[in-house]
């Protein structure tokens, strides 16, 4: 069964920039089926973004310009680049393989 471990997660000020890794492993590893999702508080579980085998990639209305995937050439890990921080994108994020999901890497942004 595949798994998947986030990090990178961390406080920082508003227009600053972190870099989030997820890492999966196991068997049957699709990178068709990974993509990056955020909870803030007291709200739903949303989609941020996925990327495909091809390199396409998707992103939600909220963070596109500022945030970037890309994937390893070995096709079992995922980076989302986030620039440009905002307060409202304090939120905690995971990571998504299928109906797998990663225990997730905190973002707060706050001065």
């Known amino acids: 069964q595949v798994q998947v471990m986030e990090s990178g997660g961390g406080l920082v000020q508003p227009g600053g920039s972190l870099r989030l890794s997820c890492a999966a492993s196991g068997r049957a590893i699709n990178i068709n089926a990974m993509g990056w999702y955020r909870q803030a508080p007291g709200k739903e579980r949303e989609f941020v973004g996925r990327?495909?085998?091809?390199?396409?990639?998707d992103y939600a209305l909220s963070v596109r310009g500022r945030f970037s995937i890309s994937r390893n050439r070995y096709g079992n890990a995922i980076y989302l680049q986030m620039n440009d921080l905002k307060p409202e994108d304090t939120a905690t994020y995971f990571c998504?393989?299928?109906?797998?999901w990663g225990q997730g890497t905190l973002v707060t942004v706050s001065s």
């Open positions: 998504r393989h299928g109906e797998i």
């Open positions: 990327i495909t085998s091809g390199g396409s990639t």
